[in-house]
């Protein structure tokens, strides 16, 4: 289970440390793809094969083979260097605005990677009140 958030720096080359602590449970090799909301998804093999598994379950409709599409041709194998480094793809880097300073997110099966200011301007809830409303709305407790 992928959990926790790490800040890190992205060179001028497009590589980046994978923080050690998702490295353990990633691999040595793993798959990056286009995420929601303008970040990447980071899944480690088995399961990004359980995620393809689901997508080609999905009907032949327009919609759904534009979904297909959307998250395999955005996909990119990284390896993982000597230095604890992966080099995310020019196409990757620049859905993401990665430019700079980067957020590593843990998010239980998958890591998300955002440009901090991305992020900093779309996760942000105005209190605690507001997060516990939405916990309710989904069923969860504390």
Known sequence: MFM?????????KGRIIVPSRL??????TF????GLEGCLFVYPNDEWNLFV???KKLPGTKEARQLQ??????????????QGR????AKLREYAA?????VFLGMINKVEIWSKERFEQNNTFEGMDEI?????EYGLSF
Request: glycine fraction near 6%; aromatic fraction near 6%; charge should be negative.
């Open 4 to 12: 926790g958030d790490y800040n890190h720096t992205i060179d001028a």
């Open 69 to 82: 599409r959307y998250f395999m041709a955005g996909a990119a194998e990284c390896e993982v260097d000597k």
């Open 31 to 34: 798959v990056v793809t286009l």
């Open 132 to 136: 516990a409303d939405k916990m309710a």
């Open 86 to 89: 992966i080099l995310i793809p």
């Open 98 to 102: 990665l430019d700079k300073d980067v």
């Open 23 to 28: 490295r353990e449970s990633l691999g040595d």
């Open 53 to 55: 598994e689901e997508l």
